[in-house]
């Protein structure tokens, strides 16, 4: 099997699809008024004033922070002058803004601020790498592991409150929201090779965790490879990191996305979205526009310069497994 399976002129999942998340809405809601704003040559200070609303509304609404007011929506589409379909594809999309995304009705108080929108935007990627230094990947994690885990991060007064059973339901309910949909995305799991010994709860739970992500990696939309412990890129940042992800869209789609976990905290860094507004293009080469190519580099060089091939990480596996047996 490739390294790379992702088809990389696939088409991205409909912006106003059923299957459309509120995160996703929200900001293809506010990239489409940015367009016809350029497109209008307008400035964000001048449509604020046309619609009778601030500049930091204008530009929170066009990065896709908060939930947009539909009055607001509907005062820029005015401004803006768009036609009969592009109306209607506003209205959609803020109607979507609108309702809360499949974790917050059940798990909202147990899930971290900073995971929200990546919670957000996986299932609507087409394709998604991610990397994980000291523990099997969220997404392939069998149940019986992931309680393991959860429990060590609870305090004991929260062992008998509900709080694992539900951290453990959200936890399968996200893997199948992203890994068990129709098209799900091409998925490449990076981790790093000590996740084969690292002991989280009884032989039997390792093994069963090492056999599952051994099912796991023939299936023909995932790949798992593991850094290895010698490779030379291990004095390299990427090493010291926690959890990485990159998110891709697909054409026509969000832009893509690099998520960087620390201890409590996770940074996003946006692919550059670039437009023909000269402003834009300066904003374009921001701090931030640079942190994307950094970390999405990183990624690169961990799958190029110290991943076991598929097929070797598929025998490391099968060798976990016998260690646990």
């Known amino acids: 099997m490739s390294a790379d399976p992702i088809p990389i002129n696939r088409l991205a999942r409909p912006a106003a699809g059923p299957d ?38 204008v530009s929170r609404l ?3 922070e908060g939930t947009p007011q539909r009055r607001t929506i509907e005062a820029a589409a005015k401004a803006l002058k768009v036609n009969d379909t592009t109306y209607d594809l506003l209205k959609v999309l803020a109607a ?13 108080d147990i899930t971290p601020g900073y995971l929200k929108r990546l919670l ?8 998604l790498t991610a990397y994980d230094v000291r523990l099997v990947s969220g997404l392939l994690q069998i149940p019986e592991y992931a309680a393991c885990l959860i429990r060590t991060g609870l305090h004991r007064s929260e062992w008998d409150d509900g709080k ?29 090779e000590s996740v084969l010994r690292r002991r989280v709860g009884s032989d039997e739970v390792m093994r069963a965790q090492m056999a599952r992500m051994r099912e796991l990696a023939d299936l023909p939309y995932v790949v798992i490879r593991f850094v290895l412990l010698d490779a030379l890129i291990a004095g390299n940042e990427a090493s010291m990191a926690g959890s990485m992800a990159q998110l891709q869209f697909g054409r ?13 905290k996770a940074d996003y860094f946006s692919k550059p979205v670039r437009t023909r507004d000269s402003q834009e293009q300066v904003k374009s080469s921001s701090h931030k526009d640079r942190d994307y190519e950094r970390h999405l580099q990183l990624l690169l060089r961990i799958q190029g ?5 598929p097929e070797r990480s598929r025998r490391m596996l099968e060798q976990a497994i016998k260690h646990f047996s």
């Open 20 to 57: 459309t998340t509120k995160t996703a809405a929200t900001i293809m809601l506010g990239l489409a008024i940015k367009d016809l704003r350029i497109e209008a040559d307008l400035s964000q200070t001048q449509l604020a004033k046309a619609i009778l609303v601030s500049t930091p509304t």
């Open 62 to 64: 066009e990065t896709g």
């Open 96 to 108: 979507r803004a609108e309702e809360p995304e499949w974790f917050q009705h059940r798990f909202n």
């Open 120 to 127: 957000g935007l996986e299932s609507m990627a087409i394709s």
């Open 164 to 192: 694992l059973e539900l951290r453990l339901a959200q936890r399968v309910e996200r893997q199948e929201r992203v890994l068990g949909q129709a098209e799900p995305p091409m998925s490449v799991f990076l981790m790093d």
């Open 252 to 264: 026509g789609g969000l832009p893509d996305l690099v998520y960087s976990e620390g201890y409590g």
């Open 305 to 309: 310069e110290a991943c076991a091939s």
